[in-house]
Nanobody
Framework: QVQLVESGGGLVQPGGSLRLSCAAS????????MGWYRQAPGKQRELVAS???????NYADSVKGRFTISRDNAKQMAYLQMNSLKFEDTAVYSC?????????WGQGTQVTVSS
């Protein structure tokens, strides 16, 4: 059974930082492309960042230079370091694993940027 569990969300002030974590099980993590998506109220879900099995990252323009995606294959973990957070980064952040042509999702973690 595939399971993705996100953690690390919370309330942060503008300019602050958070680190999201995604713990994966039930897949061969090292062969999976991992991604972080977010969905704000009333908006469509969007890709924030992804990282291939070989470690190549990709970022949405809105987060380039502020967010960093990484992975630890030995721990089967993916991370999203978020710095210089803005009000518009408020959303539910979800982790996705693409493995063997299938997509698997976590339940998400809320990130709220507010003063």
């Amino acid at each position: 059974q595939v399971q993705l569990v996100e953690s690390g969300g919370g309330l942060v002030q503008p300019g602050g930082s958070l680190r999201l974590s995604c713990a994966a099980s039930g897949i061969i993590f090292s062969l999976s492309t991992m991604g972080w998506y977010r969905q704000a109220p009333g908006k469509q879900r969007e890709l924030v960042a992804s990282i291939t099995s070989s470690g190549t990252p990709n970022y949405a323009d809105s987060v380039k230079g502020r967010f960093t995606i990484s992975r630890d294959n030995a721990k089967q973990m993916a991370y999203l370091q978020m710095n210089s957070l803005k009000f518009e980064d408020t959303a539910v952040y979800s982790c996705k694993a693409r493995y063997a042509l299938n997509d698997y999702w976590g339940q998400g973690t809320q990130v709220t940027v507010s003063s």
